[in-house]
């Protein structure tokens, strides 16, 4: 995967304002910040990395389908979960 920068290749923000809320685990990506774009090794792909808001490891991931010009599918990436980060809890 390359990292990639400019301007998204289509408008996939309607989709993301059609995700449901529970897709979320109870993290806040509404500032839509975009810190992170990856296009796969075959050009086909980007993986849009969404920034949670309270959370640097985690993110509201678009796959965006180039070939198509649509959102192939989200998911929520949640790197604390997926690396088992213990994170200190605040006091």
């Known amino acids: 995967m390359d990292r990639v920068e400019g301007a998204p290749p289509f408008d996939f923000w309607p989709y993301v304002e ?3 809320e529970a897709d ?3 993290f806040d990506c509404d500032e ?3 810190s ?3 296009r796969s ?3 086909r792909f980007e993986h849009v990395l969404i920034d949670a808001k309270d959370d640097s490891n985690v ?3 678009i796959v965006l389908d180039l070939q198509a010009q649509c959102v192939f599918g989200h998911r929520l990436l ?3 979960k997926e690396y088992g ?3 200190p809890s605040a006091h």
């Open 41 to 43: 090794d075959d050009g």
């Open 18 to 20: 059609l995700i449901p």
């Open 78 to 80: 949640n790197l604390n």
């Open 59 to 61: 993110f509201m991931v």
């Open 36 to 38: 992170n774009v990856w």
């Open 85 to 87: 980060i213990d994170l």
């Open 32 to 34: 839509g910040q975009v």
């Open 24 to 26: 979320y685990d109870g």
